[in-house]
């Protein structure tokens, strides 16, 4: 090959990258999340906890000690979930508990319960506009416990809590490491993954080990972008990529490239056994 016609090929390869991951958010990135105008106050509340956000009585004696929080999720406190696989979470007792299934899973599911805890403001119905890849489904349940398989039924949600521990080595899972609830992903396999997409996720840690809460996949702040820096845990370029439903990695189904893998890259994160590097493939991130 020409040196000439080597420095074009590069040239082409890296306009094409950089095409694809150019994103721009023509709403306020909080999308969903700004609760028909009320913005942050909708969850937080900078004075008196649940009773500065409106209400009336509150039973939540901890509400608003934990990251200014203004909502009572009392009615929630105890109570046992079963997930997919069988996985139970008990709800902490109280936002004052140490563990993180509080600010990532109980707090949440303060709106997204619709179980024990009904949805504030909520339609039951995704805020974002589904691609044709999609298919016939014209909406998505946005409330875990009340999503039209019957009310209280959890068993078809993705598993979540103290119980849902994230596991290196052995059958399905990445060659990574782990110390103290943090994922290491330095294998021959993990490693060259971060190298093809990355490591968005942010696993909570208890007992010592990584386990998956809601903020583990999502970033209830940012909805439809995703930015990746230079000191990321990724190899992508540098740049802005386009998500959907708060995810933390680019994660595009409208992408327009039938070839695109970019949404089975971000299951891959945990699913290592579904990866192409754990099934012997070199297939990187196509956007």
Not at 28 to 50: I, W
Not at 57 to 67: L, Q, R
């Amino acid at each position: 090959m020409s040196r000439y016609l080597f420095v074009a090929i590069s040239v082409l390869a890296g306009t094409t990258l950089a095409s694809a991951q150019r994103a721009t958010s023509s709403g306020d990135v909080l999308g969903a999340h700004l609760n028909y105008g009320r913005g942050c106050a909708a969850c937080h509340a900078p004075h008196s906890g649940a009773y500065g956000n409106g209400a009336a009585k509150t039973t939540d004696s901890t509400s608003g000690n934990v990251a200014l929080w203004g909502a009572d999720v009392a009615s929630l406190y105890g109570k046992t979930i079963t997930f997919a696989g069988n996985i139970t979470e008990v709800l902490p007792t109280s936002l004052a508990a140490t563990t993180p299934d509080v600010g990532g899973l109980l707090t949440c599911l303060g709106c997204h319960d619709g179980n024990y805890a009904q949805g504030a403001m909520m339609k039951n119905q995704v805020y974002e506009t589904l691609p044709p890849t999609y298919g016939k489904t014209s909406s998505v349940p946005t409330l875990l416990g009340n999503n039209g398989s019957g009310v209280g039924n959890y068993v078809n949600e993705h598993p979540a809590g103290l119980n849902a521990v994230i596991k290196c080595s052995g059958t399905g899972n990445w060659d990574c490491s782990e110390s103290n609830g943090v994922i290491s992903m330095k294998g021959t396999y993990s490693s060259q993954f971060v190298s093809h997409y990355g490591f968005f996720v942010e696993p909570g840690e208890y007992a010592s080990s990584a386990v998956v809460v809601c903020t583990t996949c999502h970033d209830p702040h940012v909805m439809n972008v995703v930015t990746v820096s230079a000191g990321s845990n990724s190899g992508l370029q540098p740049g802005t990529y386009t998500t959907m439903f708060f995810l933390r990695g680019p994660y595009n189904p409208a992408d327009s490239n039938p070839l695109s893998n970019q949404t089975a890259q971000f299951c891959r994160q945990c699913h290592g056994n579904l990866s192409n590097e754990m099934n012997g493939g070199a297939a990187g991130t196509v956007f």
